[in-house]
């Protein structure tokens, strides 16, 4: 795939993107000097850059559409799609994806880390107990610990998701070690797979607090 690295373990796909534009965008996401509206513009690009890949090969139906010359066959997507925030900083990450598949659910999981601990916390869910969709997105900036990746990818599993995409603008190795030991069936898409974590547990060299960023509440990190 032009601009992307697959790394393949079985069954599951790290997908990193390789492309010029996301490089690009990285580079002002990460600058410390950013400002929040700004950075929220470099989170959008980015999402819109991964969601692209993430849905490539999303399941189509055909359909008959007339032009203003003939009758001609097309395709629609077929099912449903749902994006899973991890609230608050996957919220960034929302609108690119509903602009990209239009029928799109979106249903909000709460989690945070405890920062003495690095554990995450589960503090917010809505989601019902039956009739899931077909697909879906859990969206989160950062893949550090991957402790509320994957808790919000097992509460997912539970409401029977057949198919579930993890999408995360960076990530750490020790993320994705974790995300492959206790979901190995769950793809990731990624801009960028950073050195590791620091003995706070933040990526390195990382962009900061992503949702402190998005929302411009600064944080004490």
């Given at each position: 795939?032009?601009?992307v690295?697959?790394?393949?373990?079985?069954?599951?796909?790290?997908?990193?993107?390789?492309?010029?534009?996301?490089?690009h965008?990285?580079?002002?996401?990460?600058?410390?000097q950013?400002?929040?509206?700004?950075?929220?513009?470099?989170?959008?690009?980015?999402?819109?850059?991964?969601?692209?890949?993430?849905?490539?090969?999303?399941?189509?139906?055909?359909?008959?559409?007339?032009?203003?010359?003939?009758?001609?066959?097309?395709?629609?997507?077929?099912?449903?799609?749902?994006?899973?925030?991890?609230?608050?900083?996957?919220?960034?990450?929302v609108?690119?994806?509903?602009?990209?598949?239009?029928?799109?659910?979106?249903?909000?999981?709460?989690?945070?880390?405890?920062?003495?601990?690095?554990?995450?916390?589960?503090?917010?869910?809505?989601?019902?107990?039956?009739?899931?969709?077909?697909?879906?997105?859990?969206?989160?900036?950062?893949?550090?610990?991957?402790?509320?990746?994957?808790?919000?990818?097992?509460?997912?599993?539970h409401?029977?998701?057949?198919?579930?995409?993890?999408?995360?603008?960076?990530?750490?190795?020790?993320?994705?070690?974790?995300?492959?030991?206790?979901?190995?069936?769950?793809?990731?898409?990624?801009?960028?797979?950073?050195?590791?974590?620091?003995?706070?547990?933040?990526?390195?060299?990382?962009?900061?607090?992503?949702?402190?960023?998005?929302?411009?509440?600064?944080?004490?990190?």
């Amino acid at each position: 795939l032009t601009g992307v690295r697959v790394m393949v373990t079985e069954p599951a796909r790290i997908i990193e993107l390789q492309h010029s534009v996301a490089q690009h965008h990285l580079g002002h996401l990460r600058a410390a000097q950013t400002p929040p509206a700004e950075f929220r513009r470099h989170v959008r690009i980015l999402s819109i850059l991964l969601a692209a890949e993430a849905t490539r090969d999303l399941e189509l139906q055909p359909i008959t559409v007339e032009t203003p010359n003939e009758m001609t066959t097309c395709s629609k997507l077929s099912g449903r799609f749902a994006a899973v925030p991890i609230l608050r900083a996957g919220l960034g990450m929302v609108e690119p994806l509903s602009e990209l598949i239009p029928q799109l659910e979106v249903w909000h999981l709460g989690l945070y880390r405890d920062e003495h601990t690095a554990q995450p916390v589960h503090y917010y869910d809505k989601l019902p107990s039956t009739n899931p969709p077909d697909v879906a997105f859990v969206l989160d900036p950062m893949l550090a610990t991957g402790g509320s990746a994957c808790m919000a990818i097992q509460t997912l599993k539970h409401w029977c998701v057949k198919k579930i995409c993890m999408l995360s603008i960076i990530s750490a190795p020790e993320g994705i070690a974790r995300l492959q030991q206790e979901f190995n069936d769950v793809p990731l898409y990624t801009c960028a797979i950073d050195r590791g974590l620091n003995d706070r547990k933040f990526i390195v060299p990382g962009l900061g607090d992503a949702g402190d960023r998005i929302f411009n509440t600064p944080g004490i990190a």
